[in-house]
Every structure is written in structure tokens, then in C-alpha cells.
């Protein structure tokens, strides 16, 4: 893993909460998408060298906002930058570690994703990143 890529936070309003990060960064959001494989709208903001993704449910079974529902806003997880995704899940599992996805899939931000589950990781949900251009 090579750095940390971004922090994924759970919102209700992505209006709102970009209004409130804007305040708080000073600039405004460089993107939003949709990602309608996960039922969920982004945005993103720079935050120095790393990057903040606000997600917002676009329907009610998306995981999102079964996340709000059970726990509220806030952090929902940490995504880390990988070279090669599936060598590292390759890695991760041959660890120990259980994957919510053994095959990397299309996220936002032009990236290829697989979650690792929260149970495996002290309850933190940890995300792999791929720039696809890789």
C-alpha cells in the first residue's frame, strides 16, 4: 500500500455537506459522480495531499444508507492506493484477511476498488485503490 487515497464520510445531503467542506477547506469540490453499481452519489475535495470523498445514498438498500441508518454520518472508510489491486488482495488474502470483494470492481474516480471487511480489520472498513490507468 502506498499511501493513503482518500477518507470516505457518509452523508445524508451532499449538498449540504458540500456547503459545510467547502467552509471548511476553503475551495470547493473538483467532482462529483455517480456510481450506480453502489447506489451512491460522490464528491470529492483536495484536502492538502490527500483527497476526501463525501457518499450519499441514491437509494434506500444502497450500502450507504444502510450505513446511516445503523450508525449515522461520518467516517464510513479509509482507502489506500495500491499498485496492483489483485496482487494485493491475492496478498491480503494468503494473510488472513477477509475480502468483501475478491475481485477488484469499477469505483469512482476512475479506480478500480475492493473493500476488505470491517471484521477482519478491527472494524474498519479499508478500501483498495487502483488508478485503471495503471
Known amino acids: 500500500m502506498r499511501k493513503i487515497e482518500h477518507i470516505g464520510i457518509a452523508v ?3 449538498d449540504a455537506s458540500n456547503a459545510l467542506f467547502k467552509s471548511l477547506f476553503g475551495k470547493p469540490h473538483y467532482k462529483t ?7 451512491v452519489m460522490t464528491s470529492f475535495f483536495e484536502a492538502g495531499p490527500n483527497k476526501i470523498e463525501l457518499l450519499q445514498a ?3 438498500n444502497s ?19 495500491v499498485d496492483d ?8 488474502t494468503a494473510e488472513g484477511f477477509r475480502m ?13 476498488i475492493a473493500f476488505l471487511h470491517p ?4 472494524g474498519v472498513l479499508i478500501e483498495l485503490c487502483q488508478d485503471i490507468d495503471s
Open 33 to 39: 459522480e455517480t456510481v450506480e453499481s453502489e447506489g
Open 12 to 14: 445524508k445531503d451532499i
Open 100 to 112: 468483501i470483494h475478491e475481485t477488484p470492481k469499477k469505483g469512482a474516480d476512475n479506480k478500480l
Open 58 to 60: 441514491t437509494n434506500e
Open 119 to 122: 471484521k477482519a480489520t478491527n
Open 63 to 81: 450500502p450507504i444508507a444502510k450505513y446511516i441508518e445503523k450508525k449515522g454520518e461520518g467516517i464510513h472508510h479509509i482507502a489506500f492506493a
Open 85 to 92: 489491486i489483485e496482487a494485493e488482495i491475492e496478498r491480503l
